[in-house]
């Protein structure tokens, strides 16, 4: 069984349009995340939710959107995607405060044109 | 915002070599964690050194934590091209809500 799953692994889309990345974890972590990968391969903090609760909400710009159901699930939508919001976003869980690691979805590829 | 200092960026070696790569942080870390993201896939995390001067091995990867808590190293012994991917260290959120990444070293192990 998959620990972290998100959905799809590859998105390519046109400029303008609006979409929605799935994340979920079976993992029984109390806190989820989102994270953007550039070229760079650096990985930077979008937001992160601990029991349904938003703790994290970095500078990112407000068509990002990010919307946890329960503590299993966080999505993210994406309004008037931009040729800059190419890059590869990870979806992660974690027991907050534990000192455990975080666990990774394999990643969604977004390819905007 | 705190960045994690990783050397060398890039590193391409040949199969069988030994190779270190090393994280640093002008601040102490409360500890410190080693993931290894290969092509495709999300960061797994390796290990979490605590104690300043641990040592951990896992199979041929020895992690070592700085006496002082400021550096850690990662040697990998006889490395396969298995060991390819992307070395991340990390200081795990303690008094923060964030974990903070260093940027990362790109390891290439040719056969």
Redesign the interface.
Known sequence: DTAVSQTPKYLVTQMGNDKSIKCEQNLGHDTMYWYKQDSKKFLKIMFSYNNKELIINETVPNRFSPKSPDKAHLNLHINSLELGDSAVYFCASSHHGSGDGYTFGSGTRLTVV | TQLLEQSPQFLSIQEGENLTVYCNSSSVFS?L?W?R?EP??????LV?V?TGGEVKKLKRLTFQFGDARKDSSLHITAAQPGDTG?Y?CAD???RT???I?G??T?LAVNP
């Open positions: 500890s964690q993931y993201q495709g896939e999300g960061p797994v995390l979490t605590v992307l991340l795990p959120p303690f809500r964030k974990l990444w940027l990362g790109s």
